[in-house]
Nanobody, 116 residues
Framework: QVQLLESGGGLVQAGGSLRLSCTAS????????MGWNRQVPGKQRELVAL???????VYADSVKGRFTISRDNVKKAVYLQMNSLKPEDTAVYYC??????????WGQGTQVTVSS
């Protein structure tokens, strides 16, 4: 059974920083894509950032220049460094990992709240 465990969420003032971590356990191998999505109540889940096996990445326009995604393939982990946080970044953040040819696995989510 594959589980993704997220940590690092919390409450921070606008302009502050948080670092989210997500580690996979269980029978998951050959991970192609790792990413972070977020969701606000009443809205669809949206992509924040993803990173491929070769290290190339994609960011949502709203977080470019402020967030940085990274991965550790040995540890089966993905990270999201979030700087210059804004109240509109408040959401539940979900990590995902997708092996080649398989559907993605999702974490349970971690709450990030940015106060103004």
């Amino acid at each position: 059974q594959v589980q993704l465990l997220e940590s690092g969420g919390g409450l921070v003032q606008a302009g502050g920083s948080l670092r989210l971590s997500c580690t996979a356990s269980g029978n998951i191998f050959n991970i192609n894509l790792m990413g972070w999505n977020r969701q606000v109540p009443g809205k669809q889940r949206e992509l924040v950032a993803l990173i491929r096996t070769d290290g190339t990445n994609v960011y949502a326009d709203s977080v470019k220049g402020r967030f940085t995604i990274s991965r550790d393939n040995v540890k089966k982990a993905v990270y999201l460094q979030m700087n210059s946080l804004k109240p509109e970044d408040t959401a539940v953040y979900y990590c995902s990992m997708q092996p080649y040819g398989r559907a993605p696995y999702w974490g349970q989510g971690t709450q990030v709240t940015v106060s103004s």
